[in-house]
């Protein structure tokens, strides 16, 4: 542990567009805010090859521009933004106590967890290789259907959410293959029939992902293998959707504030509190539903204004 203590007026704690909106309220604030970029600085967005859907941006940008320019417009106002990642809190008292690394110990008046939640993926090389490409591997529908528009998609997942992304894409594309690794859904019966009635998804129940095949630099087919029967097919496809789920980078909180029980943080309807006072959320550490870059901007935003004003009330 460090023997210097750093007092701190607003720790941000996560970049992204949370972390970096909430820099920017917050610096226009004064309230001279410290932002840690974490593990992964810039958040999910720095693995996305084109964003189209962020307003302002007419050509579209890459998510790694996006990103250096929120950082650099947070940096312009005043905001301290810097290397390293929260590994321990101590939220008991009224002082937030954060340690950096197992090695800075910071002592601040306010905490905006920004710190967001990470896509599951299936683990496969193939499909690693080619989510690093930027080309024909996904975790959101939503983000990246509109680039497979008109052509055939292969879509993995038996909850609500996968039913969901996978009705999404049938509005777009020209044929979406389910692939559902055990026998029955996972989804709510209501969610379930809406794929199976839409007539341009085909359902392939207890089918395993064997890999993602293509040229190496674009997808061309998704190899499956049914389970019951032992075949192994390859459906032709151009991009491959995983949503088997996120995970909430929210581990270290656990001990002090209160989460739901799949690990997301559970904010005060209409606002980013959380249980513990001057402590706020912004962004997909929260955000179960929407996901989306200008969602968890916009809760960056709450989340400064409303640790603007716990620190003003307590003047």
Not at 113 to 139: C, D, F, R, W
Request: a negative charge; proline letters at 3%.
């Amino acid at each position: 542990m460090s023997d210097t203590i750093e007092k701190i007026k607003c720790l941000i704690i996560g970049s992204g567009p949370a972390g970096y909106t909430a820099a920017i309220y917050a610096a226009r604030a004064n309230m001279n805010p410290v932002l840690y970029q974490g593990m992964q600085p810039g958040g999910q967005l720095t693995t996305t090859n084109e964003v189209e859907n962020f307003p302002g941006y007419v050509d579209g940008v890459t998510g790694p521009e996006m990103m250096v320019q929120l950082q650099d417009q947070a940096k312009r106002f005043g905001a301290d933004i810097r290397d390293g990642w929260a590994t321990k809190v101590d939220f008991s008292g009224d002082i937030h106590k954060v340690w950096i690394n197992d090695s800075i110990e910071l002592h601040c008046e306010t905490v905006i967890i920004s710190t967001g939640a990470t896509a599951k993926y299936l683990g496969l090389p193939s499909e690693q290789h080619y989510l690093n490409m930027g080309g024909g591997v996904s975790a959101c529908a939503v983000c990246d259907g509109f680039f497979y528009r008109n052509q055939e998609v292969v879509i993995v997942g038996a909850g609500d959410s996968a039913c969901e992304e996978a009705h999404y894409l049938s509005k777009l594309c020209k044929k979406v293959t389910m692939l559902v690794r055990s026998e029955k859904f996972r989804a709510s019966k209501i969610m379930e029939e809406r794929v199976r009635k839409t007539e341009n998804i085909e359902i392939l129940m207890n089918h395993d992902t064997v890999e993602v095949l293509g040229d190496q630099n674009v997808v061309h087919a998704i190899k499956a293998l049914n389970k019951t029967t032992g075949a192994v097919i390859e459906i032709p496809a151009t991009g491959f959707f995983v949503a088997i789920g996120h995970k909430p980078n929210t581990d270290i909180f656990k001990d002090y504030i209160t989460l739901d029980e799949t690990g997301y943080i559970i904010n005060t309807p209409g606002t980013s509190n959380t249980n513990v006072a001057g402590v706020f959320v912004a962004g997909d550490a929260a955000d179960h539903v929407y996901r989306q870059a200008i969602t968890a901007a916009g809760t960056g935003c709450m989340a400064a204004l409303d640790a603007e004003r716990y620190l003003a009330a307590k003047e």
